[in-house]
């Protein structure tokens, strides 16, 4: 038996979705974003000027870090406290939602003081007592907007943990993907944000405890990104192709939250971690080598083959590769984390970190610590 949950209770899509902000009802806004670009832009006055139109006061948090840290959520909740929101509204990439979504569980449970308290086996106590949730996506890649979980780094400890909730319950009230918001993007971001989306979508197909439901959504999600990433790449004001890469992303997002990810994640975790690589490049650059290692499953190999044939490529490994090259992906951790010494005298704490991760059990194989560690030898030297 499986339980499924698909999304948020409503999802609005398209061009100036941004505009269903006034159904929200309530009276003081949250924002969380990750520094001040997106009101560098003009993305954040669109977005307070319709919540204005509502009746809204709202209040910006602007200090959110690329990889949220726990000092950072505490901080958050703190403001929360302060200013007492009736919505908290995560808006930017996967930071900021997942910022936002773990500060709102702070403020609904101010007796917490550990990130260990967030997560399973323990049941978060109170959600939804003081606000509700909603996330707009400025990056199409984590589908955090339709997740459960929040991914905060523990910056003593150089580790990342999942806030999560195994019923749904962390799962936004609201998403609204407005492809408008992605188009500032950098190609860089785009890229990255992009792979990782794919990524999702991969994993989440072939892992063990992936069911009919998940797998619809995690094809649709790999169909969606691969035929429109590399667009959006070159031609940054395709809003179509835009549009189809947030539904890409948060098809993939619902996907993994009904079945897991793998080993890709659990490496990928563990350089963003230790080394502060963006987690969407992290994703990319191992994707290619995680696919080669789990295809000596046999029943894995015809599975990556299905997803390959979908978009008319003979192997899913050059399918990525050949993806990866075409938007300007590094081949090897090497090129990113170049201090090579320093990767050698880390190679076992990456490999216990890779082990340990959240990740990694839902992988189709059961890594022992050899591979693991051969395998993170190969990412890094491109091998």
Known sequence: MYSIKLGCEKMYCGENAVQALKTLGGKRAFIV??????????????????LAEAGFTCEAYTEVEPEPSFQTILKGAERMNEFEPDWVIGFGGGSAMDAAKAMWVFYENPDYTTLEETMPPNTIRHLREKARVCCIPTSAGTGSEATRAALIKDTVQ????????MNGRLVPDVAILDPSFTVSMPKSLTAASGMDALTHAIESYVTPTANPFSRAMSLASFLYGYQNLALCYERGDDLEARANMLAASCMGGIAFSNSGLGIVHGIAHSF????????????AVVLPY?????????????QYDELSSFVGQPSLVEAVTELNRRIHIPICMKEVVKDEQ?????LEKLTDKAMSDVATPFNPISPTREE????????????
């Open 33 to 50: 974003m990750s520094g001040d670009i997106l009101i560098e832009v003009g993305s954040y006055k669109r977005v307070a000027d319709v």
């Open 158 to 165: 150089k580790k990342k943990y999942s806030v999560r909730d």
């Open 272 to 283: 963003g971690a230790e080394y502060g690589v963006p987690h969407g490049l992290a994703n």
């Open 290 to 302: 995680g696919l080669e290692f789990n295809s000596q499953l046999r029943e894995v190999k015809k």
């Open 342 to 346: 320093l990767f050698i005298e880390e």
């Open 372 to 383: 693991m560690q051969n395998l993170i030898l190969k990412v890094y030297y491109g091998e």
